[in-house]
């Protein structure tokens, strides 16, 4: 029976030894897997939505302590492909998964554990060196009898070696999982990485992810899955004022790049606002940021598409 961490092990494997690894966290799409990164990192390193298959890449959040470094590799969510992108984006979690240290499947405490949850639970099997830690995210949204009710049933899915509840917006317990997370890693003689830095994403590709961020907001149906966002240009002009940046929001019909303008371009503007306003935050200059929204037509489904477009 795993325990349900809610103070600070004072245990051996609170030992005074250095330690460092690689945790990642999967589940259903939605449990709040980048929102979790990002309280851990206390940096934005990995975009949120509301949308399905939000996450598309394999994001490190680099969280150092005194006693210890945790990388956060936050991957897509795990789900039945229809595309070939979908496809890509199993492998991509599947040969992350199989380099980890720890693996923590994240479950909200306001919605029933189901097939989805049951499923990933399954495939946790195929990766028998990483320790499984289950975390109960959310729990700002259900009440304490929920939470309880929550905590008893993912415990019964899998011999865990902890079970975390925690609330990423209001930062309860976080301190509690990093320290019973960076407790299983293996020992270290050293940082991994620079104590100093909180991701290894290159700016281009976060610049990306705030323009598709900001995309992603108001899209509906099948739209979300088929936004894309390349950058073009990065620039800084001669006199230091701005920094010019020009990018592409690439869909799949001439049908969604008109949702994406909208009328008179008043969405592609919101847009724009909105993705500036981030972009101006993670690089603490004046941005002027050009969109440009271009068709690749079944761009999930064609290897070339895919292969530019980093996939």
């Given at each position: 029976?795993?325990h349900?961490?809610?103070?600070?092990?004072?245990?051996?494997?609170?030992?005074?030894i250095?330690?460092?690894?690689?945790?990642?966290?999967?589940?259903?799409?939605?449990?709040?897997?980048?929102t979790l990164?990002?309280?851990?990192?206390?940096?934005?390193?990995?975009?949120t939505?509301?949308?399905?298959?939000?996450?598309?890449r394999?994001?490190?959040?680099?969280v150092?302590?005194?006693?210890g470094?945790?990388?956060?590799?936050?991957?897509?969510?795990?789900?039945?492909?229809?595309?070939?992108?979908?496809?890509r984006?199993?492998?991509?979690?599947?040969?992350?998964l199989?380099?980890?240290?720890?693996?923590?499947?994240?479950?909200?405490?306001?919605?029933t554990?189901?097939?989805?949850?049951?499923?990933?639970?399954?495939?946790?099997?195929?990766?028998?060196?990483?320790?499984?830690?289950?975390?109960?995210?959310?729990t700002?949204?259900?009440?304490?009898?929920?939470?309880?009710?929550?905590?008893?049933?993912?415990?019964?899915?899998?011999?865990?070696?902890?079970?975390?509840p925690v609330?990423?917006?209001?930062?309860?317990?976080l301190?509690i999982?990093?320290?019973?997370?960076?407790?299983?890693?293996?020992?270290?003689?050293?940082?991994?990485?620079?104590?100093t830095?909180?991701?290894?994403?290159?700016?281009?590709?976060?610049?990306?992810?705030?323009?598709r961020?900001?995309?992603?907001?108001?899209?509906?149906?099948?739209?979300?899955?088929?936004?894309?966002?390349t950058?073009?240009?990065?620039?800084?002009r001669?006199?230091?004022?701005?920094?010019?940046?020009?990018?592409n929001i690439?869909?799949?019909?001439d049908?969604?790049?008109g949702?994406?303008?909208g009328?008179?371009g008043?969405?592609?503007?919101?847009?724009g606002?909105?993705?500036?306003?981030?972009?101006?935050?993670?690089?603490?200059?004046?941005?002027?940021?050009?969109?440009?929204?271009?068709?690749?037509?079944?761009w999930?489904?064609?290897?070339?598409?895919?292969?530019?477009?980093g996939?």
């Amino acid at each position: 029976m795993p325990h349900l961490s809610n103070a600070p092990d004072t245990g051996p494997r609170a030992a005074d030894i250095y330690r460092a690894g690689f945790v990642s966290f999967v589940g259903r799409p939605n449990v709040g897997k980048s929102t979790l990164t990002n309280a851990l990192v206390g940096e934005k390193v990995a975009i949120t939505s509301s949308k399905p298959q939000t996450t598309r890449r394999a994001i490190r959040g680099i969280v150092s302590r005194d006693h210890g470094q945790l990388i956060i590799v936050d991957t897509p969510g795990m789900h039945r492909p229809r595309t070939l992108l979908g496809e890509r984006l199993n492998a991509l979690v599947q040969s992350t998964l199989s380099d980890v240290d720890i693996i923590a499947l994240c479950v909200p405490a306001n919605e029933t554990v189901g097939p989805g949850d049951r499923f990933i639970v399954e495939q946790l099997t195929r990766y028998p060196r990483a320790i499984p830690v289950a975390i109960v995210t959310k729990t700002d949204a259900a009440p304490k009898a929920r939470v309880a009710h929550q905590l008893l049933a993912v415990s019964r899915l899998h011999e865990w070696a902890a079970v975390i509840p925690v609330s990423a917006p209001r930062g309860h317990q976080l301190e509690i999982l990093v320290h019973e997370l960076i407790a299983l890693l293996p020992p270290a003689a050293q940082p991994l990485y620079d104590i100093t830095e909180h991701t290894d994403e290159d700016v281009t590709d976060r610049i990306a992810e705030l323009v598709r961020e900001a995309t992603l907001e108001g899209a509906h149906d099948e739209l979300p899955h088929s936004i894309a966002v390349t950058v073009e240009e990065i620039t800084e002009r001669e006199d230091g004022s701005l920094i010019d940046i020009y990018a592409n929001i690439v869909v799949e019909r001439d049908s969604q790049k008109g949702i994406i303008i909208g009328k008179g371009g008043a969405r592609l503007r919101e847009i724009g606002a909105d993705a500036r306003a981030e972009i101006e935050s993670l690089m603490g200059r004046r941005v002027f940021l050009s969109l440009r929204v271009r068709v690749a037509k079944d761009w999930q489904r064609d290897p070339k598409h895919l292969g530019r477009m980093g996939f």
